[in-house]
């Protein structure tokens, strides 16, 4: 009976190894080239995550873009007729970090704030209008508030087309999460 029970351990052991060993990351030098990576995979069907990376490959504000080991040579193809390179793809072995959630909805009556990680949006619930964008400290949170401020959800530009930094990720999330809030 314990002879069986060692084989039983092994096999365990071995299948959770298979469960880290399918997924992969690819590493790219900035943000702004995994925000286009991310675009380009998303425009051809690949199911990928944006995700922060393990602490031993940190540098700053990272991300990474986690794939299917099985599927590394055609997102590689995908990225490279793109002309998006990552500097290299590495096996899973640790945890992942979601880069940014969805913290918090506020609702002031005629405004609605959205915050994801230190960015927030603000919309006037009626007209839809785009009042306010703060935080974070990136350099292209003022250019994104720019182009964005006083103009209708419709009529703004989306974040990802324009930011290239972590804080433009962020404010994306909170633009799609807005849209979906308010079902534009």
Known sequence: MSFLNIFKRKE???SSGRQ???RGILVFENTSEVIRAESVLDEEGWKIRVMGPP???????DLVIEIPLIEELNILRTLEKA????????PVSS??????NI????DFGKYLMIRAAN???TIDKETKAIVNISGGGCPDVPYLAQEMVGKTMAEAPS?????????GYALQLAYEETGRKCSL
């Open 12 to 14: 365990s052991k071995a």
């Open 20 to 22: 880290n060993s399918d």
């Open 55 to 61: 602490p031993e490959i940190r540098s700053g504000c």
């Open 83 to 90: 002309g998006v390179q990552p500097l290299e793809m590495v």
């Open 95 to 100: 945890p992942l970090l979601q880069p940014v």
């Open 103 to 106: 913290f918090q909805n506020k």
């Open 119 to 121: 960015m927030k949006l």
């Open 159 to 167: 974040p990802r087309e324009i930011g290239h930094t972590l804080c």
